[in-house]
């Protein structure tokens, strides 16, 4: 059986659920919410705004390239090195952020439910997670990915309207088992539901990662959906 058998992938856009299952993209049954878009009733277990120095203890870096700067975090030519938050995280959660790109190639990276540890050791990388990706592959392509960004069972949406560089993004993503959302200043922009997902230990950490292309992120807050 295939990754694509085992998992089933739904995108919900413009009011029309899609689903990629054994490489067939087809209608599919629409999946009721198990959550909204609003964090309100939820409960705050994390924040950070990076007003400081240095990133301190509550971070794990795992190459050269992070700085705070100016009062946010900025990430360039990481290559798949990701800064992971060293605290472990309900399987019920919504993270949101302020993110932005310094240039017109867009590429706002981050990875949840993953070891909390794992970074790239050759030029191909697979996460131990989910990837979220806007304005990913020089600001095409808007994604959500089971591990590997690459793969054919990621969720990728065309990117529109494209990120804008030095414009300051609201970010959210909700997890609630296998269902995951990815919202930009309130719009939703991809979804999926993972059939089998990521949980338990070693599938409990978030991350910001980057490539390339320089970001920033700030104003971190993580929210346990209870």
């Given at each position: 059986?295939?990754?694509?058998?085992?998992?089933?992938?739904?995108?919900?856009?413009?009011?029309?659920?899609?689903?990629?299952?054994?490489?067939?993209?087809?209608a599919c049954q629409e999946i009721p919410r198990t959550y909204t878009t609003a964090s309100a009733g939820a409960r705050v277990i994390f924040t950070d705004n990076f007003d400081r120095g240095v990133l301190g203890n509550d971070w794990?870096?795992?190459?050269?390239?992070?700085?705070?700067?100016?009062?946010?975090?900025?990430?360039?030519?990481?290559?798949?090195?990701?800064?992971?938050?060293?605290?472990?995280?309900?399987?019920?959660?919504?993270?949101?952020?302020?993110?932005?790109?310094?240039?017109?190639?867009?590429?706002?990276?981050?990875?949840?439910?993953?070891?909390?540890?794992?970074?790239?050791?050759?030029?191909?990388?697979?996460?131990?997670?989910?990837?979220?990706?806007?304005?990913?592959?020089?600001?095409?392509?808007?994604?959500?990915?089971?591990?590997?960004?690459?793969?054919?069972?990621?969720?990728?949406?065309?990117?529109?309207?494209?990120?804008?560089?030095?414009?300051?993004?609201?970010?959210?993503?909700?997890?609630?088992?296998?269902?995951?959302?990815?919202?930009?200043?309130?719009?939703?922009?991809?979804?999926?539901?993972?059939?089998?997902?990521?949980?338990?230990?070693?599938?409990?950490?978030?991350?910001?990662?980057?490539?390339?292309?320089?970001?920033?992120?700030?104003n971190l807050v993580i929210y346990a959906l209870d």
């Open positions: 059986m295939t990754k694509l058998d085992r998992t089933k992938l739904t995108l919900r856009s413009s009011g029309i659920a899609l689903c990629v299952v054994a490489g067939v993209l087809a794990l870096t795992t190459g050269s390239g992070p700085t705070l700067e100016r009062g946010a975090l900025r990430l360039a030519d990481l290559h798949n090195h990701p800064v992971w938050l060293r605290k472990a995280l309900p399987p019920d959660v919504r993270i949101e952020f302020d993110a932005w790109a310094e240039t017109d190639e867009g590429d706002l990276k981050v990875e949840l439910a993953g070891d909390g540890e794992s970074y790239a050791k050759t030029a191909s990388y697979t996460a131990t997670g989910y990837v979220f990706i806007l304005g990913g592959w020089n600001n095409s392509l808007n994604v959500i990915a089971r591990r590997d960004e690459h793969g054919d069972d990621r969720i990728a949406v065309p990117v529109d309207p494209k990120i804008e560089p030095d414009r300051r993004y609201r970010v959210a993503i909700t997890r609630r088992g296998g269902e995951l959302r990815l919202e930009l200043d309130g719009r939703l922009v991809a979804e999926m539901v993972d059939g089998a997902p990521l949980l338990g230990p070693g599938q409990d950490h978030f991350a910001f990662n980057n490539w390339e292309a320089p970001t920033r992120f700030d």
